[in-house]
């Protein structure tokens, strides 16, 4: 009776604590922290992702409990909210906000404040922040805020914690109000611009309770050495610095640090401009086990300073001009952190030597050396390091053959790159590998001529590259099967064949497909239009693109089927990849009208159909597609006249090739409204008229340089996430033959009208645009002069007026032009001298033929020119006068005179003759002079 009793009890008091239980639970939320929290919901866009995150949230009976609200924690004794975190849900990083409201204050209890990746899209912080003093967190990063930067948090004397980074906010005028949070012992503050405050350390060393300070992208200055010697940080916690993406350029940095030897752990000094060699002080700092210094300018053989870090973890020195043999480098780490060192990155330096043993290295996981000068052979004994996840060798000069025994222990083996060496890998044919890799980068690596049969048991990997291997061979059926993860797969420059034969896998999961210059044939598979990024240039396949159709997906954002023997029709359901960015079909046999829906694709940057049988105009749904930089449609069929909405509509055009199609009419002077212009060619077409006057407002040809040798597009998905980077080739006639251009295409600036039935003179207005290295207008009907100020275009290399009507004299200012390697005037009417100068006198005479008046070297010499060009070091000579001319004078004195006086010596009567009209002729004489004189008198 006395148990029944006692267990009647425990039921009643268990219901009555249920029932307090109930009671507390549905009020313990006050109504003005309920409302606040309410008016900050309605701060934020209300999408599908803010309905999943706010799913709880409400003014219904059943959600009158904000403490019960999703990211909301309240205390358990007063049932006052203290903490609101919406940065741990998965759709967090989706939300967008307006603003965060001013009801917000009403949360005076709250400690934790976490909004962290919520867009805010330039919003200033709100004034009352800095009211809610009770704040011990607070976490606003990556929200994009913008205007000023919140000063007024420095009224939050009680954080611990403060993260304003990843913002959008103007330049921070001073850092008076940090010192007051001397509480903190985490701060960060990166991308805000504190390029003026140049006293930003002496401001750190006050807060003394910091361990980790993250200030990266702020533009830092390098702080003055005084600054380092004084006001030393009175923490002697500070464990993790982070000063990344900075201007800092002097070892004053490393002076402050070595305050912290007992207690830094983590150093990130990276993409920076440090300079010289790495600083013996950074040797004392016992404590370090990260070290990140990549992307500086720091040099030197053997840095000394880390023989002493025994703690040392992570060593990154990638992108740095460090130098010396690599086997000296692994020398001087230390012994003692042999069981501790796990990544080694010195990749893009200059190291160079063989690779050594590095068995000792017991803990390393990854070995980064990538883009070094490393040469000799890879040893086996680096298949003995059992801990080995990564391993980087590529870009090197590494020879010699790599079997499995390179390989026999390294079970946790993830990414191989050992890409682009002279390596060959000579696996038995049954060998099975210990690994399963993720990354695989082998390109350039021989291992043909069959297909690799060891990746048929790699059945996790990502990425796979094995172009340029050597392999002949068919594709084996079992291939596709092992790529369900993968993400990125090349097999190109190799000469694969048969490709598609029996091709049913599903493509879902592919991003990026490169299977350029093989020799695949036949017809392209349905499922293969599901990629992303979809390269099958340079091989023999044929039939039409007709399985773009049967895509589900349409996520196609590349596209390169140039260089196969693809014919037909383009079909109407190009209009549905709205995330197509480039689209090559050149070289092909595609036929018929270029359909008008590929102007709904507004993404599209690159248009390449050139040297295919398009007929028909240019659609004018094309000027929809006002992000198009390149339009390549030279040699089809094309006709009609040149669209004035070319220039109207497309300004970021910077490639435009009309040639050889049937184009006619004038040149719509709409086209100078191509600002960006870098390459414009209509050559071999029937355009006529005038070359338009307003040419010179074609900007980029109007300046010289170009702010990149390459013209590269940024590729991204449907969600907006970067992917590649894709960069734009242009083939076209450069100095009378065809040529290609990738690397240097921002630098050819060149307009190219040859080959039409142009008429009048050449604008003088042509001069402007200094830019130019290419400019060819022959093969027209041009009539005019040169203009007088040619010399103006010191940029140019080539120039082509041949096959004109063009007269007058070749101006003197064109000899002025020093980079003119390639000059045609020929088959005009030009006349005079050719300007004397050490550029048009080095030509080859077939640049000036055909202009009959024309003269003066390298052609004959002017008429009116009677000196002649004598060298230097001989005097000059008369060449009229010579040996013969000295004979001749003297038989002609001989005869003369033996003629007149022999005469008279040997004839009497002649002699007699002669004496008597000599007195006469002397009688004659004596009568006039008196005669005159005479007269005078």
């Not at 503050?189 to 003394?208: Q, T």
């Not at 290609?740 to 009048?760: A, C, E, P, Q, W």
């Amino acid at each position: 009776m006395g148990g029944i009793m006692v267990l009647l009890l425990l039921i009643i008091t268990l219901h009555v604590n249920l029932g307090h239980g109930d009671a507390n639970m549905t009020m313990r939320c006050t109504e003005k922290e309920r409302e606040a929290l309410l008016a900050f919901k309605q701060g934020l866009i209300m999408d599908e992702y803010s309905q999943v995150i706010f799913s709880s949230w409400g003014t219904e009976a059943a959600k009158q409990d904000c403490c019960r609200w999703k990211g909301v924690s309240c205390d358990n004794q007063t049932g006052h909210v203290v903490q609101l975190d919406l940065r741990d849900h998965y759709y967090s990083s989706l939300l967008q906000g307006t603003m965060i409201s001013p009801k917000l204050i009403e949360l005076k209890h709250l400690e934790y404040l976490y909004l962290s990746w919520i867009d805010y899209s330039g919003s200033p912080v709100p004034y009352f922040i800095g009211s809610l003093t009770n704040l011990r967190y607070l976490d606003l990063s990556m929200c994009k805020f913008g205007g000023t930067f919140p000063i007024q948090i420095g009224n939050l004397t009680n954080l611990q914690h403060l993260d304003l980074g990843g913002n959008e906010f103007g330049n921070v005028e001073n850092l008076n109000w940090l010192p007051r949070l001397s509480s903190l012992t985490y701060l960060d503050l990166s991308l805000a611009n504190l390029s003026n405050i140049f006293y930003w350390l002496e401001a750190v060393n006050k807060l003394p309770k910091l361990t980790t300070l993250e200030l990266d992208g702020c533009n830092l200055p390098s702080p003055p050495v005084r600054s380092t010697l004084s006001n030393i940080n009175s923490s002697k916690s500070l464990s993790s610095i982070s000063l990344s993406g900075n201007r800092l350029s002097t070892s004053s940095i490393f002076l402050w640090m070595s305050n912290f030897n007992t207690s830094l752990f983590f150093v990130d000094l990276s993409f920076n401009n440090l300079t010289g060699s790495i600083p013996d002080v950074l040797g004392n700092m016992s404590s370090l086990a990260s070290v990140a210094l990549y992307e500086n300018q720091l040099e030197g053989a053997e840095p000394h300073s880390f023989s002493r870090l025994c703690s040392l973890q992570s060593l990154i020195l990638n992108s740095n001009n460090l130098s010396g043999q690599f086997s000296k480098f692994v020398q001087i780490l230390p012994t003692c952190a042999q069981n501790s060192l796990e990544n080694l990155w010195l990749a893009k330096n200059q190291l160079a030597g063989s690779l050594p043993d590095l068995t000792n290295f017991l803990a390393l996981k990854e070995l980064y050396i990538s883009s070094n000068q490393l040469s000799g052979r890879i040893p086996e004994s680096i298949g003995q390091m059992s801990k080995l996840e990564l391993i980087d060798l590529g870009m090197n000069a590494l020879e010699g053959v790599i079997s499995d025994s390179h390989f026999s222990k390294l079970s946790k083996l993830r990414q191989l790159d050992l890409s682009y060496n002279s390596v060959v890998l000579n696996f038995h044919s049954n060998w099975t590998p210990p690994f399963q890799l993720d990354y695989i980068s082998l390109g350039s690596c021989k291992m043909g001529p069959y297909f690799p049969k060891w990746l048929q048991s790699q059945n996790e990997y990502s990425h796979l590259d094995i172009s340029n291997a050597g392999i002949v061979d068919t594709l084996p059926s079992w291939f596709w099967g092992t790529t369900r993860n993968v993400r990125f797969v090349s097999l190109s420059h190799n000469q694969i064949g048969e490709m598609f034969t029996n091709f049913t896998l599903d493509f879902a999961n592919y991003i990026e497909v490169h299977l350029s210059s093989n020799e695949i044939e036949g017809q392209i598979p349905a499922t293969l239009s599901e990629a992303t990024y979809l390269d099958l240039s340079n091989n023999n396949i044929s039939g039409s693109i007709s399985f773009l159709c049967a895509s589900a997906t349409m996520s196609l954002n590349f596209l390169n089927l140039s260089y196969n023997n693809l014919s037909g029709e383009l079909p109407e359901c190009l209009t549905h990849f709205y995330d197509l960015v480039v689209l090559d079909l050149s070289y092909n046999a595609f036929s018929g009208e270029i359909p008008s829906t590929i102007g709904s694709l507004y993404h599209m940057i690159t248009l390449k159909l050139r040297s295919n049988r398009f007929v028909g105009e240019l659609p004018s749904s094309f000027k929809n597609c006002t992000s198009l930089q390149v339009i390549d449609v030279g040699n089809n069929k094309l006709s009609g006249r040149i669209p004035k909405w070319l220039g109207a509509s497309l300004h970021n055009l910077v490639i435009l090739m009309l040639f050889s199609n049937n184009f006619n009419g004038s040149m719509p002077s709409e086209l100078c409204g191509l600002t960006n212009i870098l390459n414009l060619d209509v050559s071999a077409n029937n355009i006529s008229g005038t070359i338009p006057k307003c040419l010179n407002n074609l900007t980029v040809l109007a300046h010289k340089g170009y702010s990149s040798p390459t013209l590269q597009h940024l590729l991204q998905n449907s969600h907006g996430y970067a992917m590649d980077t894709y960069m734009d080739d242009a083939t076209f006639i450069w100095k009378g033959s065809m040529h290609s251009y990738r690397n240097i295409l921002g630098l050819v600036k060149r307009i190219d009208f040859s080959s039409n039935r142009l008429t009048g003179k050449i604008p003088s207005e042509i001069t402007d645009l200094v830019g130019l290295v290419s400019l060819n207008l022959s093969r027209n009907r041009l009539t005019g002069e040169i203009p007088a100020k040619i010399g103006e275009l010191q940029s140019l290399d080539a120039l082509d007026l041949s096959r004109n009507q063009i007269d007058g004299r070749i101006p003197m200012s064109l000899a002025r032009i020093d980079r003119l390697s390639f000059l045609d005037l020929s088959y005009n009417n030009f006349i005079g001298r050719i300007p004397t100068g050490t550029q048009l006198q080095s030509f080859d005479p077939s640049v000036y033929a055909g202009n009959r008046q024309l003269c003066g070297p390298p052609l004959q010499m002017c008429g009116n020119q009677q000196e002649t060009l004598i060298p230097s070091n001989e005097e000059e000579k008369d060449d009229l006068i010579t040996w013969g001319f000295y004979v001749s004078m003297g038989l002609g004195f001989i005869v003369g005179f033996w003629g007149v006086c022999g005469s008279l010596i040997f004839i009497r009567p002649w002699r007699y003759s002669y004496f008597r009209f000599l007195n006469v002729l002397n009688d004659w004489f004596y009568v006039r002079v008196i005669s005159i004189k005479r007269h005078f008198n």
